[in-house]
């Protein structure tokens, strides 16, 4: 498949363009390709939805998961008309989604105020160092949970 022509980015430019119009979210398109075939779609609807995780990568794996009755999407490809932000690529890698594909630039989309550095930023810093305090209580009372999940017999697989 010739990379520059590929008609899947094409689709999640096109995503993003038609939000340009709607003012449904910022600028940003996405689609999930499984075995040549479109099987989820996205585009920026944090305005619409009151939603700040409603990004076109994190609406795109939604419709498929649905799409395909999965929550895993091995096997599958991820086209961002836009490099995937911090929260889209844990997204993404939560998916188990095989490839990313991006056209524009983290850099590109901060150029467009969408700036996201800070967020890359912050995850280098120890905890007790980050803009919003970060702080662990409770421990013993949540590790219960967590060894009454890992008795369980028939718990789901994640």
Known sequence: MDKKKNPFMRHAIML????????H?????AVIVKDGKIIGQGRNTVLQDKDPTAHAEVNAIRDACINL???HLEGCEIYSSCEP?????GAIYWARIDRIWYAAGREDAALAGFDDEDIYLEFEKPNSHRQIPMEQIMKKEAMEIFRSWNNMDTRPTY
């Open 16 to 23: 993003a363009r038609e939000n340009l119009a709607t003012f």
């Open 25 to 29: 979210g910022g600028p940003f398109g």
């Open 85 to 89: 932000c911090p929260m889209c690529l």
């Open 69 to 71: 009755d999965t929550f």
